[in-house]
């Protein structure tokens, strides 16, 4: 499956941003996927920021972003969201989205993901 990340910018300490990541069309329901979301930010590994399962009934947080950032998605638009509110420098970084197709558990590592977006940009300015 094809995902198209987008809404990335610039955002003063404080703010909100909410990214999109939308799925093209492939074999199979996008309910099937485990969707989550990545970030690295530069000179570091791509980490784990939130994952959520194939229904939205269950969703996972790094705890650097719990309580601040939250993952959703809506099957009938083929879109996962994360809204990202009280930002942080620290949260600069490519914002990545990643499927999973086997439809289990959330998983928390990168390898646990098939399919990956472009990435967009989250510049956060103190």
């Known amino acids: 499956v094809q995902l198209q990340a987008s809404g990335g910018g610039l955002v003063q300490a404080g703010g909100l941003l909410r990214l999109s990541c939308a799925a093209g069309?492939?074999?199979?329901?996008?309910?099937?996927?485990?969707m989550g979301w990545f970030r690295q930010a530069p000179g570091k590994e791509r980490e784990f920021v939130a994952g959520?399962?194939?229904?939205?009934?269950?969703?996972y947080y790094a705890d650097s972003v719990k309580g601040r950032f939250t993952i959703s998605r809506d099957n009938a638009k083929s879109t996962v969201y994360l809204q990202m509110n009280s930002l942080k420098p620290e949260d600069t970084a490519v914002y990545y989205c990643?499927?999973?197709?086997?439809?289990?558990?959330?998983?928390?590592?990168?390898?646990?993901?098939?399919?990956w977006g472009q990435g967009t940009l989250v510049t956060v300015s103190s």
């Open positions: 990643a499927a999973d197709p086997r439809g289990g558990r959330v998983g928390l590592s990168l390898d646990e993901y098939f399919y």
């Open positions: 959520i399962s194939w229904s939205g009934g269950s969703t």
């Open positions: 069309a492939s074999g199979r329901p996008f309910s099937s996927y485990v």
